[in-house]
């Protein structure tokens, strides 16, 4: 089979819905509501339409595609630069060491700061895999389309990326952290405030939120295990984000505590390694395994193939790949070794 990577349209509406019915919660760029994914379709479809170069409120979403049947399978989302349309909050995890002299001791203290620091980054995230189709390398595809996309066009993200990982999150819908930390002031369990999240923005958080730092030492065991840790279903995604350069740098979520990870967008493996080349006229019949791309926003493909280097420059694509970017000899593709 061949998987192809493309902007999402609207009429892809139905199959967003299907999977984001199958996340099992605490899933905030793809909440199982028709008209909240109908406005992110909208989103991409304004932001495919900016011929404009430079960074902007904009959303991409993409789609992974079956070549022959046309099935979804897949999705990730892009956002070119956040906090422009509300505050973006994450806690920092700061420490404090305090000497008492007549005790003999030193205490180390952890505390959850709110902030906004990583305001003005770009953000990768939305990334799900319907269940039928998490082999293959087929997320290693999904996750890496969307650094492709990137350095296709530079110029309209942000020098810092980041990505937030699902924290621990019960079969019943229930976090542990927001249990013991934030729900305290919202009256609210985590997958009703994960929803109002979802569908509303986050103001609420900047309404309700107490402002002074949250001792760590002070929260239930439970809360505190839960801190930087991501959700079993997030641990390979964590992989792959640290083999692209990215790091967890003390930033967690403020709903599940699951972990932020950030990079400087130019040192991302992918960014950093995609090559320009011109189609050759013959395919490849074997060679290395490669991330290839052609098309400027809403055509825009990108795929997983064979690709061989000739003695003049030029990149021979196997057959399959070809035909799923839709490229033909003497076209600029870009690509990245896997």
Request: charged residues 25%; negative net charge; proline residues 4%.
């Amino acid at each position: 089979m061949t998987y192809v990577i493309r902007p999402a349209r609207a009429d892809d509406l139905e199959a967003m819905y299907e999977m984001a019915k199958l996340t099992g919660g605490g899933f905030t760029n793809l909440p199982a509501n028709r008209p909240a994914l109908s406005a992110k379709l909208q989103r991409t479809e304004d932001a495919l339409a900016r011929d404009e170069d430079s960074v902007g409120d904009d959303l991409f979403v993409m789609m992974l595609e079956d070549v022959e049947t046309g099935a979804i399978r897949g999705t990730c989302q892009i956002f070119s630069q956040i906090g422009r349309s509300w505050p973006f909050y994450s806690y920092r995890i700061t420490s404090h060491t305090a000497y008492s002299r007549e005790l003999d001791r030193t205490f180390r203290n952890r505390s959850l700061q709110l902030v906004t620091d990583l305001e003005g980054s770009s953000e990768v995230g939305g990334l799900f895999l319907h269940p039928s189709a998490r082999a293959g390398g087929l997320g290693m595809l999904l996750a890496r389309s969307r650094y492709m996309f990137i350095a296709m066009h530079r110029a309209r993200f942000s020098d810092r990326i980041l990505a937030e990982l699902r924290g621990i999150v019960d079969a019943n819908g229930n976090s542990p952290f927001w249990d013991g930390v934030a729900g305290r002031f919202f009256g609210m369990n985590f997958r009703e405030a994960d929803d109002f999240n979802a569908l509303n923005g986050n103001q609420f958080i900047a309404d309700l939120m107490p402002k002074q730092p949250v001792y760590v030492a002070m929260i239930s065991d439970e809360a505190r295990s839960a801190i930087g840790v991501p959700h079993k279903t997030g641990r390979p995604a964590m992989r792959m984000l640290e083999e692209e350069g990215f790091a967890w740098e003390n930033y967690i979520d403020i709903f599940d505590g699951g972990p932020t990870m950030t990079a400087r967008t130019d040192n991302v493996r992918t960014i950093s390694s995609a090559a320009q080349a011109i189609v050759a006229p013959d395919a490849a019949d074997h060679g290395m395994k490669a991330l290839v791309a052609r098309g400027r926003l809403a055509d825009f493909r990108c795929t997983m193939g064979d690709v061989e280097v000739r003695a003049d420059g030029t990149l021979a694509i196997d057959q399959a790949a070809g035909d799923a970017l839709h490229a033909q000899p003497g076209d600029t593709v870009s690509w990245a070794a896997r």
